[in-house]
């Protein structure tokens, strides 16, 4: 029994509340927003497979790695590193990092934040009518004139900090709970509305199917095999200790295997559902697959624009899309709240004001490189393209690495075992061999390619 900490924790109410969470954190901006526009920036097919095969080799063993150390840590990710390394006799300088997942956690909502408030805007504009009969000019022009105003972006990132912060500073198991109780469907039924639409698109539908799950390998770069596993990361909020601070919420008796396959299985069939929702329109409207971080904003008002009550479902829409944001904002956040709550002293609402406010102010840099500060190129990037670039490619596959090291080789095997709790010794040693192997080795190897080390 660990009454010590019971006391100062929540833990979830049951296992279908912490898939819903950790659900809740996995889907997001990532699934709708940025895997249809980077598997249309990447080529389509050869792009996604790769993404699939991250998730099952790397994601899965990497997800419940994390869920792992985090219930058996108990503590925010710095504490629990540091004190798992202590036990098993380890140097607690591993908790570094928890370190750099905090930072990403910052880096990432900052700008995620500013794309989130995109969707916000995008409600009033669905609800007000502003999609009716739109082409896919006028669609393009409604968005540009968004991005366009450094303004109105601001008060629209404003907003949704102040959203964020605000159930942030609540604590996570009242509100969200319930709250994703009832988002995570409706997101589905959604999307299932959106891709019936698109499957009318006859021809282009087909075509979308063939570009999402047709490889042809002469459009994969080593670029792209980077994104694509960054991306398995991205979405599944792995590597920077969100899923890791939540499954130290995680009670005892719940089965890490069983609720990690879950998660990952309904992560990649929302991000799949948007991709078919979103290439027919492409395809239909004679539109570019590399449109980029617009795509979703481009594309999707045609569909709501030409649908019987688009102006319903496309508000409905967008609120749903915002609420899957939030979800995701308020994990990203959590290491550094529980971090600042923990050990600083603090209570959470001042936390959480503390390090909204620094998120906040970060994410200018990516209100202006959509508009005054488009210029500004680093690396040949934008400041927006630099940070997720940063963050989604490097910090959470480095973080994914460590963890697996972490979880492999400085855990126990009696330690990682029991806390898997996992009655078949064959799925523990498969997994055991993914992280102590298979993954550190992928991860590594698509690193050194990019590097130009390997060839
Ligand atoms: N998984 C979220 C999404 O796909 C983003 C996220 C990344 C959340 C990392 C938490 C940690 O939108």
Same mark, same amino acid.
């Given at each position: !029994?660990?009454t010590?900490?019971?006391?100062?924790r929540?833990?979830?109410?049951?296992?279908?509340?912490?898939i819903?969470?950790?659900?809740?954190?996995?889907?997001?901006l990532?699934?709708?927003?940025k895997?249809?526009?980077?598997?249309?920036?990447? $080529?389509? #097919?050869?792009?996604?497979?790769?993404?699939?095969?991250c998730?099952?080799?790397?994601?899965?063993?990497?997800?419940?790695a994390?869920? !792992?150390? $985090?219930?058996?840590?108990k503590?925010?990710?710095v504490?629990?590193?540091?004190?798992?390394?202590k036990k098993? %006799?380890?140097?607690?300088?591993?908790?570094?990092?928890?370190?750099?997942?905090v930072?990403?956690?910052?880096?990432?909502?900052?700008y995620?934040?500013?794309?989130? #408030?995109?969707?916000?805007?995008?409600?009033?504009?669905? &609800?007000? #009518?502003?999609?009716? $009969?739109v082409?896919?000019?006028?669609?393009q022009?409604?968005?540009?004139? +968004?991005?366009?105003?450094p303004?109105?972006?601001?008060?629209w990132?404003?907003?949704f !900090?102040?959203?964020? !912060?605000?159930?942030?500073?609540r604590?996570?198991?009242?509100? @969200?709970?319930?709250?994703?109780?009832?988002?995570?469907?409706?997101?589905?039924?959604? +999307?299932l +509305?959106?891709?019936?639409?698109?499957?009318?698109?006859g021809?282009?539908f087909?075509?979308?199917v063939?570009?999402?799950?047709?490889?042809? &390998?002469?459009?994969?770069?080593?670029?792209?095999?980077?994104?694509?596993?960054?991306?398995?990361?991205?979405?599944?909020?792995?590597?920077?200790g969100a899923?890791?601070?939540? $499954?130290s919420?995680?009670?005892?008796?719940?089965?890490?295997?069983?609720?990690?396959?879950?998660?990952?299985?309904?992560?990649?069939?929302?991000?799949?559902?948007?991709?078919?929702?979103?290439?027919p329109?492409?395809?239909?409207n004679?539109?570019?697959?590399?449109?980029?971080? %617009?795509?979703?904003?481009?594309?999707?008002?045609?569909?709501?624009?030409?649908?019987?009550? %688009?102006?319903l479902?496309?508000?409905?829409?967008?609120?749903? @899309?915002?609420?899957?944001?939030?979800?995701?904002?308020?994990?990203l956040i959590?290491?550094?709240?529980?971090?600042?709550?923990?050990?600083?002293?603090?209570?959470?609402r001042?936390?959480?004001?503390?390090?909204?406010?620094?998120?906040w102010?970060?994410?200018?840099?990516?209100?202006?490189? &959509?508009n005054?500060?488009s210029?500004w190129?680093? &690396?040949g990037?934008?400041?927006?393209?630099?940070?997720?670039y940063?963050?989604a490619?490097?910090?959470?596959? +480095?973080?994914g690495?460590?963890?697996t090291?972490?979880a492999?080789w400085?855990?126990?095997q009696?330690?990682?075992? %029991?806390?898997?709790a996992?009655?078949?010794?064959?799925?523990?040693?498969?997994?055991?061999?993914l992280?102590?192997?298979?993954?550190?080795?992928?991860?590594?190897?698509?690193?050194?390619?990019?590097?130009?080390?390997?060839?």
């Open positions: !029994m660990n010590e900490k019971k006391s100062l929540d833990v979830w109410s049951s296992r279908w509340a912490f819903l969470v950790a659900t809740g954190s996995a889907v997001g990532g699934n709708i927003w895997f249809p526009y980077i598997a249309g920036e990447n $080529g389509g #097919g050869a792009f996604v497979l790769v993404y699939l095969l998730i099952a080799i790397i994601g899965i063993p990497v997800m419940m994390e869920i !792992m150390v $985090g219930r058996s840590g503590q925010n990710t504490n629990t590193l540091k004190s798992i390394a098993e %006799g380890r140097d607690p300088a591993w908790r570094f990092i928890a370190w750099v997942g930072a990403a956690g910052f880096i990432i909502l900052s995620y934040s500013v794309i989130a #408030g995109e969707a916000l805007a995008y409600v009033f504009r669905a &609800f007000g #009518g502003t999609f009716e $009969g082409t896919a000019d006028g669609a022009n409604i968005y540009k004139s +968004l991005t366009d105003d303004e109105r972006l601001l008060a990132h404003t907003v !900090m102040v959203i964020t !912060m605000t159930v942030a500073a604590g996570i198991k009242n509100g @969200l709970e319930k709250l994703i109780k009832v988002l995570m469907p409706a997101l589905v039924v959604m +999307l +509305l959106l891709v019936g639409f698109a499957a009318n698109t021809e282009y087909t075509q979308a063939d570009f999402l799950f047709s490889p042809d &390998f002469s459009k994969l770069t080593r670029a792209g095999v980077l994104t694509a596993m960054g991306h398995a990361f991205f979405t599944l909020s792995l590597g920077m899923i890791m601070v939540y $499954g919420y995680l009670p005892k008796d719940i089965s890490i295997a069983k609720v990690t396959v879950a998660i990952a299985f309904a992560d990649t069939l929302i991000a799949l559902l948007a991709g078919l929702a979103i290439f329109l492409v395809f239909a004679d539109l570019s697959t590399n449109a980029g971080p %617009g795509l979703i904003f481009e594309t999707l008002p045609i569909a709501f624009g030409h649908m019987a009550g %688009g102006q479902f496309g508000g409905i829409f967008f609120v749903l @899309l915002v609420f899957a944001a939030w979800s995701s904002a308020i994990s959590e290491p550094a709240i529980s971090w600042l709550v923990e050990n600083k002293q603090i209570s959470r001042r936390a959480s004001v503390t390090a909204g406010f620094a998120v102010l970060l994410g200018l840099l990516t209100v202006f490189s &959509f005054v500060g210029h190129l680093l &690396f990037m934008t400041l927006f393209e630099l940070l997720d940063l963050t490619n490097i910090m959470l596959p +480095l973080g690495l460590f963890v090291l972490f492999g400085i855990m126990s009696k330690s990682s075992r %029991g806390e898997l996992i009655k078949s010794d064959f799925v523990y040693r498969s997994w055991l061999f992280v102590r192997y298979v993954s550190p080795v992928a991860i590594s190897i698509i690193f050194l390619n990019i590097i130009g080390l390997l060839g």
